[in-house]
T-cell receptor, first 115, second 111 residues
């Protein structure tokens, strides 16, 4: 079983729609959760971080975390063609403070927003 | 957040040779890491670059293949040794300063 698993893509949505990206993780010691966006040929760019159960909103992006279900998601509202990229879910176990910065990534979901 | 300069940005190398990748940060950071992204794949942590001591490698990665130096809190190098085509990947430096920031990456092709 993969440690971090994302819903298989690619995902295609029309412009203006809501894109929903999902991620599950296996390590219950995971404390910090991140969503990165990666354009082709570029390095990952952090778009959201979430640490507590519930929702966190930032502009058109909403991250949702459910630690009991070991599930984290990213919603992109009013999707734009510029949102077309690979979205990477990343998890960090910070037990004891020795793992800060050590991320385990999911395989990524390719999102295409078509006009 | 920290600004990272990574070089070279890309290289094409002959099998059996070695390549050293440099990562320079604009501020002192405690935690520095090297990741690999194989073609069409996600990122995998290679090792934590420790200042003043040997790097800490993740399962599947060894020092002989990926020697790492960290002479100070702003600089690190990763060497990919005795390369084979399977080493063709993007190698990324990352620092932790409350959040992870990634360098622009080195795209390595081994022929």
């Amino acid at each position: 079983q993969k440690e971090v698993e994302q819903n298989s893509g690619p995902l295609s949505v029309p412009e203006g729609a809501i894109a929903s990206l999902n991620c599950t993780y296996s390590d219950r010691g995971s404390q910090s959760f991140f969503w990165y966006r990666q354009y082709s040929g570029k390095s990952p760019e952090l778009i959201m971080s979430i640490y507590s159960n519930g929702d966190k909103e930032d502009g058109r992006f909403t991250a949702q975390l459910n630690k009991a279900s070991q599930y984290v998601s990213l919603l992109i509202r009013d999707s734009q063609p510029s949102d077309s990229a690979t979205y990477l879910c990343a998890v960090m176990v910070t037990a004891g403070g020795t793992s800060y910065g050590k991320l385990t990534f999911g395989q990524g979901t390719i999102l295409t927003v078509h006009p | 957040s920290a600004v990272i300069s990574q070089k070279p940005s890309r290289d094409i190398c002959q099998r059996g040779t070695s390549l050293t990748i440099q990562c320079q940060v604009d501020s002192q950071v405690t935690m520095m890491f090297w990741y690999r992204q194989q073609p069409g794949q996600s990122l995998t942590l290679i090792a934590t670059a420790n200042q003043g001591s040997e790097a800490t490698y993740e399962s599947g990665f060894v020092i002989d293949k990926f020697p790492i130096s960290r002479p100070n809190l702003t600089f690190s190098t990763l060497t990919v040794s005795n390369m084979s085509p399977e080493d063709s990947s993007i190698y990324l430096c990352s620092v932790w300063d409350g959040l992870n920031t990634f360098g622009s990456g080195t795209r390595l092709t081994v022929v």
